[in-house]
């Protein structure tokens, strides 16, 4: 009966704590110690941006990719940044010509014509911005507004400032390709 002697012999509170130490120092022992997250910078535009119409219409045509969204949490009440890597997809975007191509995953998402033009335009309103530019998305097959947002571009970057036009979405921030 070696089984019940060494039973008899693990109920001994002795035992038994110097077991409940073991099984923890070996349960740290084993555990990786998980990399400190590092606080998000985000991303810093190094190029003037404009909301001139003209300026705005000769760089947008191109390649572009989705680098960064930020949202205000109004719970919380901070900034939340939305990226490819926290989100677990990419996103690009073609325009060329009259034709905006959305890919997601490098796969295609829709397609849609585009124009940039004033906010005027399509607002019918006499406010202040209403000179902006806004890049107006057409539905392809019948011609129909789909959605507009406003805009600021420069060189290598371009911003659709959703916030203004969308209430659960904020400024993304796009590169040229």
Known sequence: MLSFKCFEYFNQPFMKFLFFISLLFFTFSCCK????????????????????????????????????????????????????????????????????????????????????VRLTEISGTN??????????FFNLHNGLRSFHVPIKICSNYLLLQYQYVRSIEGEQIWKKQ
């Open 127 to 136: 406010f202040p911005e209403d000179n902006d530019p806004v890049l107006v």
């Open 33 to 116: 110690k998980k990399p400190v997250d590092q606080e998000y910078q985000p991303i810093q535009i190094t190029c003037t941006l404009t909301k001139n119409l003209d300026t705005c219409r000769s760089l947008i045509q191109g390649n572009w990719t989705w680098l960064e969204e930020k949202r205000f949490d109004q719970v919380q009440q901070i900034f939340v940044y939305l990226t490819p890597q926290n989100q677990g997809y990419s996103l690009s975007l073609r325009l060329l010509n009259d034709t905006a191509r959305f890919y997601k995953n490098n796969q295609p998402d829709s397609v849609y014509t585009f124009k940039v």
